[in-house]
């Protein structure tokens, strides 16, 4: 059986330390793999680079509507909320799968509300960062949904404890075990520059083992060291997710 993305990027528990929670800030592999679906084939724009990862993406929505894992006892998990928009945006962006699209939506509209409730007191740093992002973008493509009263609340100090940390920390903050480059996807374009990227990448080409603020840093800068990650994490994890 081959390696998922998501079981790569948890052998870097060993190099964290016992005292590092590396759920805290690694994101679920579907997330990830729908990053990697949207950059484009250097030669055909209009295409995905990594078929392998966009063809994941189409193959492994869920019955419910969903991306992602699920826990003991079968039910999604909070982390298929980003993914799960994810790989909307991925399918919205080379044109494909409109039906997987609404399924996406219908599963954001009924679960959105319980999953933020279920866990407003247990928010990772990464969720923070990345989720309202993702809320947004969906928007940007037209793919906004409607979300009850009940989730203003929890999506509001979402975004407010997000626009804390970005105030809080450098973009490359190199006091924070994980700065917020990791999750470079996440940020606005305005907060970061091409040199600092490229200064910052780690010696295999990726931007602190991330594959989806690779993914991002490729798209910025083209640069060829951030493709040969990326590429190696494809080629570890053929089937994309």
Known sequence: MEPSIYDLLKDQESLLGNNV????????SAYDTAWLAMVP??????????????????DNQKEQGFWGDVDKRGLPTIE????TIACMIALDKWNEGSNKQDKGLSFLEANLEKLLTQHSESFSRWFV??????MALLSSVGLGFKFSDRSKLPLM?????????LQRE???DENHYIPLASCLEALPPSSYDHVDIIKNLNSDGSLY??????AQAFMAT???DCLTYLQSVVHRCPQGG
């Open 209 to 214: 083992q991330s594959p989806s603020a690779t």
């Open 157 to 165: 100090n979402l975004s407010y404890n997000r626009a804390q940390i």
């Open 222 to 224: 083209g640069n060829a």
């Open 170 to 172: 450098e973009i490359f």
């Open 41 to 58: 084939d250097s030669n055909t724009p209009t295409q995905p680079m990594f078929v392998e990862c966009f063809n994941w993406i189409l």
């Open 21 to 28: 929670d590396p759920y805290s800030y690694v994101s679920p």
């Open 129 to 134: 960062i990345v989720f309202p992002s993702m």
């Open 80 to 83: 298929t909320l980003p993914a």
